[in-house]
């Protein structure tokens, strides 16, 4: 896939190229591309004036940062403390099986990708998972499943 | 008549957003309020009639959205159903609410309800006629001490700041929530922004700052689209800018959103942080009241500590000081979560005990089962054993059981969680969290973790427990930041409370919660069993024989513990040791 770096003047125009400014700009690229390819690190570290090393430093630190591509849908399951007592492992186990992927992969249609994450701060709702911005609580097998068969309808039908 | 609904980030989950736009669709103009703490009751929606009176309806589904629109139409309706029970409403009632004073009350979005609500009002009057060193000592009256874990002295932290005299000092807001099991200063953000805006403006104005910046976790969008609204309406209401009330004071705020780090919430990280940089931790001193970001004097505070000021400032610091007990002045939010029945946020007295907060507000353990501990501070805090659920909530009374206060996450444990299972949790939480500057906190704890899968598996030997406690000793004394200090506390606590269960999984390889799968038989009850077979075809491995209306059996060696069977058989027959 060609990626279009010119695209990234809008992240430096919102950013800026201080030194300070590396983590908002690799946020905006991640924004921009779903990931951070290494072309694009490449770019940012010449563009600010920063070593490649230290980009990828700063990138492989965060959690937040994915170096490789994602799904179209990147599905977050929380693995906060209360998520983990209401069984998170099964939220996971049920994903897994009922897309056929591990975490970080993407499924052949290019639908679907998952990540576990630090807690999303809605423990009262755990197990949860967050896609997109919105989030989904108190989950079970049916429930999961539903949720991914009808985003998968919707894209179908796009 | 108003129609208010409840849209926090747990309210939007619980159906908040459906409930909204189903009341437009009707033809309604429904305004929205923050989190009322009340979780396990979104969503919600309150009432306000023309005739003054108020009704809150809770559990609001799409039914529930149909049977109100009727009622407010005066058709026939069940609306009933919905409405809050006394139980319920009494719980609300009984907090004493400072920090979540505005949440679940008034809408976030417009900051006229924050100013009817005496919203920047402490400020003004602090400007008009009152000097730096007068606010700091009525935080110091008040008692107030940092919400986000250490609880240090709020005023003394100011006065550092304040002392150390520099061109340009900045005030940081840490809304880097990181504990699992805490989301208090996401509800607070979500549901008063302005109370952050107006706590940072008042801590500005103490050590002589005219710039504030909130690190906030890139994983609340919410959070960061209702402190830009805020931030923006603060502005063009002439509350955030140059030359504030008419004096030559300049202050203003920015957003830095976190990309995902715990140990961002350590000081010096989060400078790091900000500066563009890995968020590692350095040496103290300088503090970063000497010497924070970009060099300059900074003054980080957590979001609740800040929420709690404009309150102290507008009522006095020694209204605050009559609420708590001799160590711990005020109040302190908590997020009930885990096996509980009213998950939530709740606010009370420092004082009040475990027991209050857990069976009192939180209604008590999910499904009738027993209360086993309850995980306070997350993982730098430790496990509480129920027969400790007597401990007052103070700073002193939860140290001396090895637990911290910690930022209030109480996650709640019933009889089925493996306080083996709990430890590794955390372990791998902080293993993978660590920053990897200091190697017994890089190294030790990935040794800890693999010393627990092992006890986990079914592997664990003679000698492990030792083995977890001189690695505990090494980890604390060889870490620079509370992280890596604290990192071992999950294990010393359940060691402490709990060491028989880890003798259990260690000699007699059995998991009494069974929640260790590799450690769990399955059998089936002869008597109970009538051969439907339904367990076989949920079966993953093939692993249970038997002919059709025939007792079953569970072929051992190809087991893979997965539990499918337990759940799939309709009549309990099968059996988990």
């Given at each position: 896939m060609d990626i279009d770096l010119k695209a990234l003047d809008g992240v430096f125009a919102v950013a800026g190229r201080d030194e300070g400014a590396l983590i908002a700009v690799l946020q905006g690229a991640q924004?921009?591309?779903?990931?951070?390819?290494?072309?694009?690190?490449?770019?940012?570290?010449?563009?600010?004036?920063?070593?490649?090393?230290?980009?990828?430093?700063?990138?492989?630190?965060?959690?937040?940062?994915?170096?490789?591509?994602?799904?179209?849908?990147?599905?977050?399951?929380?693995?906060?403390?209360?998520?983990?007592?209401?069984?998170?492992?099964?939220?996971?186990?049920?994903?897994?099986?009922?897309?056929?992927?591990?975490?970080?992969d993407i499924t052949d249609d290019g639908l679907f990708s998952y990540n576990n994450v630090a807690c999303l701060g809605c423990c009262s709702l755990a197990p949860a998972m967050m896609i997109g911005d919105k989030v989904y609580g108190n989950l079970d097998r049916e429930k999961i499943e539903k949720i991914l068969d009808d985003i998968r309808e919707v894209a179908l039908c796009e | 008549m108003r129609i208010v609904v409840g849209r926090g980030s747990c309210g939007n989950a619980a159906g908040a957003s459906d409930v909204f736009a189903a009341f437009v669709a009707a033809g309604f103009a429904p305004a929205i309020t923050g989190c009322v703490g009340a979780c396990y009751l979104e969503p919600i929606v309150d009432?306000?009639?023309?005739?003054?009176?108020?009704?809150?309806?809770?559990?609001?589904?799409?039914?529930?959205?149909?049977?109100?629109?009727?009622?407010?139409?005066?058709?026939?309706?069940?609306?009933?159903?919905?409405?809050?029970?006394?139980?319920?409403?009494?719980?609300?009632?009984?907090?004493?609410?400072?920090?979540?004073?505005?949440?679940?009350?008034?809408?976030?979005?417009?900051?006229?309800?924050?100013?009817?609500k005496n919203g920047y009002e402490a400020i003004k009057a602090i400007v008009a006629g009152r000097t730096p060193e007068e606010v700091i000592e009525e935080v110091k009256v008040s008692g107030l001490a940092g919400r986000g874990g250490a609880g240090f002295p709020t005023w003394f932290k100011w006065n550092a700041a304040r002392q150390n005299a520099a061109d340009k000092k900045y005030i940081i807001c840490n809304a880097d929530e990181g504990d699992p099991g805490a989301f208090m200063d996401r509800a607070i953000i979500e549901g008063d922004p302005h109370a952050i805006i107006e706590g940072m403006m008042i801590a500005g104005?103490?050590?002589?700052?005219?710039?504030?910046?909130?690190?906030?976790?890139?994983?609340?969008?919410?959070?960061?689209?209702?402190?830009?609204?805020?931030?923006?309406?603060?502005?063009?209401?002439?509350?955030?800018?140059?030359?504030?009330?008419?004096?030559d004071w300049?202050?203003?705020?920015?957003?830095?959103?976190?990309?995902?780090a715990f140990v961002c919430g350590e000081e010096t990280a989060l400078i790091a942080s900000l500066e563009g940089e890995r968020g590692m931790p350095r040496l103290k001193p300088p503090f970063p009241a000497q010497k924070g970001y970009k060099g300059k004097p900074s003054n980080i505070n957590n979001v609740e500590t800040l929420a709690n000021v404009?309150?102290?400032?507008?009522?006095?610091?020694?209204?605050?000081?009559?609420?708590?007990?001799?160590?711990?002045?005020?109040?302190?939010?908590?997020?009930?979560?885990?096996?509980?029945?009213?998950?939530?946020?709740?606010?009370?007295?420092?004082?009040?005990?475990?027991?209050?907060?857990?069976?009192?507000?939180?209604?008590?353990?999910?499904?009738?089962?027993?209360?086993?501990?309850?995980?306070?501070?997350?993982?730098?805090?430790?496990c509480i054993p129920a027969e400790l659920g007597d401990t007052i909530i103070d700073y002193k009374s939860l140290a001396e059981t090895g637990a911290i206060m910690g930022s209030g996450g109480m996650v709640v444990m019933d009889e089925h969680t493996c306080m083996v299972g709990l430890a590794k949790f955390f372990l791998e939480f902080t293993c993978k969290e660590s920053c990897g500057k200091c190697t017994h906190c890089r190294?030790?704890?990935?040794?800890?973790?693999?010393?627990?899968?092992?006890?986990?598996?079914?592997?664990?030997?003679?000698g492990d427990i030792e083995l977890l406690e001189e690695l505990s000793g090494a980890i604390?004394?060889?870490?620079?930041?509370?992280?890596?200090?604290?990192?071992?506390?999950?294990?010393?606590?359940?060691?402490?409370?709990f060491r028989n269960e880890y003798i259990d999984h260690i000699k007699h390889k059995k998991c009494t919660a069974k929640s260790c799968r590799p450690l769990l038989t399955f059998s089936i009850k002869e008597d109970m069993c009538t051969g439907c077979n339904l367990c076989g075809k949920h079966c993953p491995v093939s692993g249970i024989k038997g002919d059709l209306w025939h007792v079953h059996s569970v072929e051992n060696s190809s087991c893979i513990a997965c539990g499918k069977c337990t759940h799939s058989c309709p009549f309990g027959a099968i059996v988990v040791e």
């Open positions: 924004d921009l591309y779903g990931y951070l390819p290494m072309e694009v690190l490449e770019r940012i570290a010449d563009e600010m004036g920063l070593a490649v090393a230290k980009v990828l430093g700063v990138t492989t630190f965060y959690a937040q940062f994915r170096t490789k591509p994602v799904g179209k849908n990147l599905i977050l399951l929380c693995q906060g403390t209360a998520c983990h007592v209401n069984d998170s492992a099964m939220v996971e186990e049920v994903i897994s099986e009922h897309l056929g992927i591990a975490e970080g | 009432i306000y009639y023309d005739s003054g009176a108020k009704k809150r309806f809770v559990r609001v589904d799409e039914k529930g959205t149909d049977e109100i629109i009727k009622h407010l139409k005066g058709e026939e309706n069940h609306v009933v159903d919905y409405t809050i029970g006394d139980n319920d409403a009494k719980i609300l009632l009984e907090q004493k609410r400072v920090a979540l004073v505005n949440c679940g009350v008034i809408n976030p979005e417009d900051i006229n309800e924050y100013i009817a104005f103490a050590i002589g700052s005219d710039e504030g910046i909130v690190y906030v976790r890139a994983e609340y969008p919410l959070a960061i689209t209702r402190l830009e609204i805020a931030l923006e309406q603060a502005r063009s209401g002439g509350y955030l800018g140059k030359n504030l009330f008419g004096t300049s202050f203003d705020i920015r957003i830095k959103a976190g990309a995902g404009p309150w102290i400032l507008r009522n006095g610091g020694c209204a605050f000081a009559a609420m708590g007990t001799e160590n711990s002045k005020g109040t302190k939010v908590f997020a009930l979560a885990g096996k509980i029945n009213n998950g939530g946020l709740v606010e009370v007295p420092m004082g009040a005990t475990l027991n209050d907060v857990i069976f009192g507000l939180g209604g008590g353990i999910k499904d009738g089962k027993a209360f086993k501990a309850v995980q306070m501070g997350g993982p730098s805090g430790g190294i030790g704890t990935k040794r800890m973790l693999e010393i627990l899968e092992r006890i986990t598996n079914g592997e664990g030997r003679d604390k004394e060889g870490s620079l930041c509370a992280l890596g200090q604290t990192a071992p506390n999950p294990v010393l606590t359940t060691l402490k409370y």
